[in-house]
């Protein structure tokens, strides 16, 4: 008995996700070479995500930063959609940046790693 409501509790389940829904691939790059005290664009690149209910936010220490520009919505084979946005900042020493994206319910960040 248990088994049967186990697997109709996981056909309910796999049946009542959107077959469509396809989380986003996010790369967080700096147009240049990260450098400290110079300054650069910090850019974040999502892609390949449906549906296209998104919001990208690019942030300094849990801060949005203000002034981000936003391309318009994309979309490539199989109505999988592209959007990138970008800032122009200067990094400091001890500053965290990073690329927060709101996917339907999911949020995530994203660290931009200086290599510095």
């Not at 296209?52 to 936003?70: G, H, V, W």
């Amino acid at each position: 008995m248990m088994l049967l409501l186990t697997l109709a509790a996981l056909l309910t389940i796999s049946f009542g996700q959107d077959p469509k829904h396809t989380p986003p691939k996010v790369q967080v790059y700096s147009h240049h070479p990260g450098e400290f005290d110079k300054e650069n664009t910090l850019i974040c690149h999502v892609s390949g995500f449906h549906p296209p209910d998104i919001t990208i936010q690019l942030m300094k220490d849990n801060e949005e930063l203000p002034n981000a520009k936003q391309t318009d919505l994309a979309f490539k084979q199989g109505w999988r959609f592209v959007l990138t946005k970008n800032v122009a900042f200067t990094p400091m020493r001890g500053e965290k940046y990073s690329c927060k994206v709101t996917h339907g319910t999911t949020v995530r960040d994203y660290a931009w790693e200086s290599n510095m």
